[in-house]
């Protein structure tokens, strides 16, 4: 059965305190995975697809990277306006939809 | 603004009433998902259209949801005889701009069952 697992539940971090959040998943053919930023009460926001092992993709203090079995998501100097949560999903070849994980809610505090 | 737009924002309603949620999506865009999302999880997924057949439902979707998208246009979630259980937030997706693998999500409805 596919599967994201995500770690940690949530993150606190200090103003230009870098890190590292992590999907783990198990999935039948991975055709991308995904990483979304989700404000309180609003829908997913777009960040990276990642299609396959050794992949990267930047984005302003968002670094993705992925392995065959694991993304992480790395988050260099964070800003306040960093806080949110973050989701990763997967498209498998076996399915139609994203499988989600839970989410890492990371507040960056300054 | 993804492009996705979804109505209502916010629904409350009483146990045992009917609700109707609407999404319109990315213009031009054959894919249309439903998702639910409820507090401190991920979105799962409902249904998914390729423009107007419903080509998958998940076992989420009991007997008392439908979902239609007529012209394979906009699309209507439709919840009967709500129940507590149903409160969540809904969720309209369709690909990007690109119309690759990736999804572009709506704001959602954020549904209340008291």
């Known amino acids: 059965e596919d599967q994201v697992t995500q770690s940690p539940e949530a993150l606190r971090l200090q103003e230009g305190e870098s890190s590292s959040l992590n999907c783990s998943y198990t999935v039948s053919g991975l055709r991308g995975l995904f990483w979304y930023r989700q404000d309180p009460g609003k829908g997913p926001e777009f960040l990276f697809t990642l299609y396959s092992a050794g992949e990267e993709k930047e984005k302003e203090r968002l670094k993705a990277t992925l392995t065959k079995k694991e993304s992480f998501l790395h988050i260099t100097a964070p800003k306040p306006e960093d806080s949110a949560t973050y989701l990763c999903?997967?498209?498998?070849?076996?399915?139609?939809?994203?499988?989600f994980g839970k989410g890492t809610t990371l507040s960056v505090s300054s | 603004d993804t492009g996705v737009s979804q109505d209502p924002r916010h629904k409350i309603t009483k146990r045992g009433q009917n609700v109707t949620f609407r999404c319109d999506p990315i213009s031009e865009h054959n894919r249309l998902y439903w998702y639910r999302q409820t507090l401190g999880q991920g979105p799962e997924f409902l249904t998914y259209f390729q423009n107007e057949a419903q080509l998958e439902k998940s076992r989420l979707l009991s007997d008392r949801f439908s979902a239609e998208r007529p012209k394979g246009s906009f699309s209507t979630l439709e919840i009967q005889r709500t129940e507590q259980g149903d409160s969540a937030m809904y969720l309209c997706?369709?690909?990007?701009?690109?119309?690759?693998?990736?999804?572009?999500f709506g704001p959602g409805t954020r549904l209340t069952v008291t």
């Open positions: 997706a369709s690909p990007g701009p690109s119309q690759g693998v990736e999804q572009y």
């Open positions: 999903a997967v498209d498998s070849q076996a399915g139609t939809a994203l499988i």
